[in-house]
């Protein structure tokens, strides 16, 4: 009898742990997965595809560059890797890591070499460059807000201020869940 009144208690603490780590959990695996734009065009006539994946507190991003507006022509390719972490409702918080840069085209590769890109002028064809350092943005915050929609994840980053709202019209931070 004498240990009823603690093991109530140490049972509603354990439970009310247990439902706080839950809550953090629901919102990152909210995010957790792989996710995708559907093919949009630029200003400049080319066209883009932008594929994240959140695993963990590791976001990887995809960015397909497309010398044409309907994704049908690979211009070039740059993958990203950087650290995240979920902050108050709707917001994340982007720590930047490693960028990687693959032309996919010869023009692409004539543009890389003539622009200098990542401080290299010896750009081929179809071969990774790893761009981190030349980049210069390791370890740099950005800010970002997130709206859910069913399979639907609508995003807005800034690299100064903490966005508070996203424009879901806007097809460029519009992914489908994969």
Not at 23 to 29: H, L, N, R
Not at 82 to 105: A, M, N, V, Y
Not at 140 to 163: A, E, H
Request: one cysteine or more.
């Amino acid at each position: 009898m004498k240990y009823i009144i603690p093991i109530i208690i140490l049972s509603l603490v354990l439970l009310s742990c247990s439902k706080e780590d839950e809550e953090k959990t629901d919102t990152t695996t909210a995010l957790e997965g792989t996710w995708k734009t559907a093919c949009y065009t630029e200003s400049d006539n080319t066209s883009t595809i932008k594929t994240p994946t959140f695993a963990g507190n590791v976001l990887t991003i995809t960015n397909e560059r497309h010398s044409d507006t309907s994704c049908a022509t690979d211009y070039r390719l740059r993958e990203e890797s950087h650290t995240f972490s979920i902050g108050d409702e709707g917001k994340f918080l982007i720590t930047l890591g490693t960028t990687k840069r693959t032309p996919q085209s010869s023009l692409a590769v004539t543009a890389y070499n003539s622009a200098s890109k990542c401080s290299a002028n010896d750009w081929e064809l179809n071969t990774v460059k790893d761009c981190t350092e030349a980049d210069n943005n390791q370890g740099n915050s950005v800010y970002c807000f997130y709206q859910l929609s069913g399979n639907t994840l609508y995003v807005k980053c800034d690299s100064s201020t903490q966005p508070t709202s996203v424009d879901t019209s806007d097809a460029s931070n519009t992914f489908t869940k994969q």
